[in-house]
């Protein structure tokens, strides 16, 4: 079975640039989560969408940042302006709502450079 | 609320010596426990997990973990380490059984560096 696919793998982009960051959960899978990594926060969750619906996005950092999920199958995750300090990888992970544990599966990140 | 303490940012251990790599949580309900290993440039994967019972938990790759309920421990042990073993490992925890507002509470990361 496909995992979760996370595009682009790779970006980088000038300051004050739209970024959009691309997922698409595993077949099934009713929750999607977008965490950012940087070595000076570890991981923190921006926002976590159930059937669709977002629920918690408490962890957005701030205007700048939106996401979406249109459809079960598709999430995006839009910066706009971009700045340096946004410079970090992107992950986005699914799971399966009442599945035994809990268990989240993680792309394999898209790794976002703004200069 | 849910936290996650790995004490360790660092550990490095020589190759074929045995490794334990720890982790404490504090929550005020029961919880699942998680470990998630990253190799270099990769993604996260789920290593093992708790979920109730046998509070010795095999995982991938030679891996296991010990759920202490009183110290509120889950510590990743690995008898004999392999260079390959080299990433940053995470461990995690959940709220039992909850559902809509759920996620998982991750550690800053313990990175292994497996010396030759």
């Known amino acids: 079975d496909a995992g979760v696919i996370q595009s682009p793998r790779h970006e980088v982009t000038e300051m004050g640039q739209e970024v959009t960051l691309r997922c698409k959960p595993i077949?099934?899978?009713?929750?999607l989560f977008w965490y950012r990594q940087t070595m000076m926060r570890g991981l923190e969750l921006l926002i976590y969408f159930n059937n669709n619906v977002p629920i918690d996005d408490s962890g957005m950092p701030e205007d700048r940042f939106s996401a979406k999920m249109p459809n079960a199958s598709f999430s995006t995750l839009k910066i706009q302006p971009s700045e340096p300090r946004d410079s970090a990888v992107y992950f986005c992970a699914s799971r399966r709502e009442n599945d035994s544990g809990n268990t989240i599966y993680f792309g394999e990140g898209s790794w976002l450079t703004v200069v | 609320a849910q936290s996650v303490t790995q004490l360790d940012s660092q550990v490095p251990v020589f190759e074929e010596a045995p490794v334990e790599l720890r982790c404490n949580y504090s929550s005020s309900v029961s919880v699942y426990l998680f470990w998630y290993v990253q190799y270099p440039n990769q993604g996260l994967q789920l290593l093992l997990k708790?979920?109730?019972?046998?509070?010795l938990v095999k995982g991938i790759n030679g891996f296991e973990a010990e759920f202490n309920k009183s110290q509120t421990s889950f510590h990743l042990r690995k008898p004999s380490v392999h260079i390959s073993d080299t990433a940053e490992y995470f461990c995690a925890v959940s709220d039992l059984g909850k559902t809509g507002a759920n996620n998982l509470f991750f550690g800053t990361g313990t990175r292994l560096t497996v010396i030759p």
């Open positions: 077949s099934g899978h009713n929750s």
């Open positions: 708790y979920l109730s019972g046998s509070t």
